[in-house]
């Protein structure tokens, strides 16, 4: 029964995965960036007041409509809110911040609502993560304020219970729960169409993106490769709550790469360049610092050198009835478990 | 005061707010994606109040492979009756190399216009045509299976294409337009030495250019 008050207790002292969160930050601020400049040419049509859907008619059909873009209906008033919300766009993502973080969403949701077909699942999901972003850190780290920043938050962890860590720590386990859900709501629906189940999915996901010449749809041709590639999503998918979960770090950095290469194939693969950075953004926020930081030194590298964790180990040769004392275990600061990480 | 002392006092009073508020969203997200079913009934409305529009949510990704690519053209014609014809491939689509640096929303609202116009030919009674609930549901992709005819949406896509007509026509005088969407199916993996076959899917017939739609 004490696991929830030490769970809460550490969650109040120090701001977990800070790093993860400057990663979103900073893939999330390149998909906004990417959202208004690809369709730069075409922004008076696709969201202005005369474009495809009218300023009467957006607040006639569109319910809420509080978007900054319907509060008038002039052409300049509408430039001037894109340009705004682009130099937010970038300001977001080199600088980050709370306030920057709480601007850059109301001015990009703003704009998804003012044109709501234009959308797809991946500006749903930046919707629904960026009001939480608000309340994380994500500029303590790759940002140019990042040490400042740091330091300020060393002297709030002193005088627990810091609010800000609170504030962090929950909004992030409601991301990772969110992106959690995601995931395994699009494998469970996988599951029930026939072309997941049978193994040829990938194949018309790759031929219907792009042709039925080139070298990625002759290699989609092949079953050898669709099938594995097909049955691996789907498992990626469905697992990848459980595998988030875990407390072994090569487990954590091994779905991270599995799923970032996922969304680098899709980005190739189909014209959904904002959903797949969308998608990579919220996998970031997976690994823990100390994950991120074993990257930096060479985790892996040193890893397939010396071969398993001695737990590992021993785990692994002790025999297979009764149980088992844990083997010692060798103290290296690549390897410190951050166990209580929400 | 060691690292397991239980929280109290002010610490409970900053923690009760917030674990209610994690509790309640984990549990409305689990309502929002839950299979039919009686519980889910009971349980969505309260969940809807809380957390809708700007939560809702369902996470179709790929459920269902698309099994056709879809190509398009634009017809004009002139105050003489004079006409000509433009491609609108590249312009609905980017082609490979620019598609890996950005994302065309123009293709977006081709997609849902081939969706609703497919319905729309297919008899079905229009009944899903609020904005309100693609915002909170993503793209009209989710609508597949309840999908809306194009009555109401009608208008909107005239002014898409409109504009579309204009771009790929410049400075030419335009009354009428016309657009031609192709569906190709994907062969099947066992008949990939079948020849693709291109369809005529859709046909908007000549409607009238809008005036006064911005570029």
């Excluded at chain 1, 002292?13 to 893939?27: D, T, Y």
């Excluded at chain 1, 705004?84 to 990009?108: E, N």
């Excluded at chain 2, 509790?23 to 299979?35: D, G, I, L, Q």
């Amino acid at each position: 029964m004490t696991a929830l008050p030490v769970f809460l207790r550490r969650a109040e002292h120090r701001h977990r995965r800070l790093i993860g969160a400057a990663l979103f930050r900073i893939v999330l601020g390149v998909s906004g960036l990417e959202f208004y400049l690809s369709s730069y040419p075409d922004r008076r049509l696709l969201w202005g007041p005369r474009g495809y859907l009218p300023h009467e008619a957006f607040h006639r059909l569109v319910e809420p409509d509080w978007s900054l873009y319907g509060l008038n209906g002039s052409t300049p008033y509408f430039e001037v809110l894109f340009h705004l919300g682009l130099a937010v766009a970038a300001a977001y993502t080199v600088i980050g911040g709370r306030l920057l973080t709480a601007a850059h969403f109301v001015l990009l949701a703003s704009l998804y609502m003012r044109s709501p077909q234009a959308l797809d699942h991946a500006h749903v999901l930046a919707r629904i993560m960026l009001p939480f972003s608000v309340a994380t850190v994500t500029d303590a780290y790759l940002s140019p304020f990042a040490r400042r920043r740091r330091a300020r938050l060393r002297r709030a962890e002193a005088r627990p219970p810091s609010v800000s860590a609170m504030a962090h720590n929950c909004a992030l386990f409601l991301m990772v729960f969110q992106t959690s859900a995601v995931y395994l709501m699009a494998g469970l629906w996988k599951v029930l169409d026939p072309d997941w189940r049978n193994g040829t999915a990938a194949y018309y996901v790759v031929h219907s993106g792009l042709s039925d010449t080139g070298p990625v749809a002759a290699l989609a041709a092949l079953w050898p490769v669709t099938t594995p590639l097909t049955y691996g999503t789907v498992a990626l998918e469905i697992g990848f709550p459980f595998l988030a979960a875990s407390r072994r770090r090569r487990v954590r950095l091994a779905l991270l790469s599995a799923a970032v290469s996922l969304h680098v194939a899709i980005a190739v693969s189909t014209p959904l360049l904002n959903f797949c950075l969308v998608m990579i953004a919220c996998d970031l926020l997976v690994p823990r610092d100390g994950d991120y930081r074993s990257l930096r030194r060479g985790g892996w590298r040193n890893h397939l050198r010396r071969g398993p964790r001695p737990r590992e180990r021993a785990s692994a040769e002790a025999p297979s009835k009764g149980p088992s004392l844990p083997a010692p275990r060798r103290a290296s600061p690549s390897e410190t478990p951050e166990p209580h990480n929400p | 005061m060691p690292a397991h002392a239980p929280p109290s006092g002010r610490r409970s009073l900053l923690w009760i707010p917030l674990l209610a508020f994690a509790a309640a969203y984990c549990a409305a997200v689990a309502v929002f994606n839950a299979p039919r079913s009686p519980a889910r009934a009971a349980l969505l409305p309260a969940a809807d109040r809380a957390f809708s529009p700007a939560f809702g949510q369902t996470w179709k990704l790929f459920a269902s492979p698309i099994k056709s690519s879809w190509s398009g053209s634009v017809t004009v014609r002139g105050p003489a009756g004079e006409t000509a014809e433009g491609d609108l491939r590249e312009r609905l689509e980017h082609p490979l190399p620019a598609r890996l640096f950005s994302h065309s929303k123009t293709w977006q609202l081709g997609k849902c216009y081939v969706l609703h116009a497919l319905a729309a030919e297919s008899g079905e009674p229009p009944r899903d045509t609020d904005l309100s609930r693609r915002i909170a549901r993503s793209s009209c992709r989710d609508e597949l299976l309840t999908t809306p005819g194009l009555q109401g949406l009608q208008p909107f896509y005239d002014r898409l294409f409109t504009a579309l007509a204009r771009e790929r026509f410049p400075g030419r005088s335009l009354t009428h337009f016309r657009v031609r969407v192709y569906e190709t199916r994907v062969r099947p993996p066992d008949a990939a030495e079948r020849p693709r076959v291109r369809r005529l899917a859709i046909d908007s017939g000549w409607r009238p250019i809008v005036p006064g739609v911005a570029r």
